[in-house]
């Protein structure tokens, strides 16, 4: 029974967000976790490695998105993005060396957030909120 009502709450918030939407959400989120791990030198080792980690996933399936034959973005876009993924993936593993800050992480996911949001404006998904 939960699972129907998850996969109904998900085709439901589909339709009713649109796609970019919903990235924006995803991206907020996770962004979220990452200003929160980056609060200060008190915070749990684990708290950081859990926002790098859901960090990864996000890029990971972004990535696999846009290296699908049947992507529809333009190639060189495409090929920004995965970039951008590996790019996140090797910084977070550099957080947790110690060896970098969280802020470029934040500062990509930013980026990616506001661009959404003015492509959005441009070209709002089909069934999204205005």
Known sequence: MHANAAAAYAKVSTTVLGPRSIE???FRQITGLLSAANEGENVP???IADAVYRNSQLWTLLAADVASDDNA???ALRGQII??????QRTGQAVLRKE???DALIDINTAI???LEGAGEAAPANGSIQ
Request: glycine share 4%.
């Open 113 to 115: 957030m506001n661009g």
């Open 100 to 102: 970098a800050s969280l």
């Open 24 to 26: 924006q959400k995803v």
């Open 45 to 47: 080792m684990s708290r």
């Open 83 to 88: 970039s951008l993924a590996l790019y996140s």
């Open 73 to 75: 973005l333009d190639p």
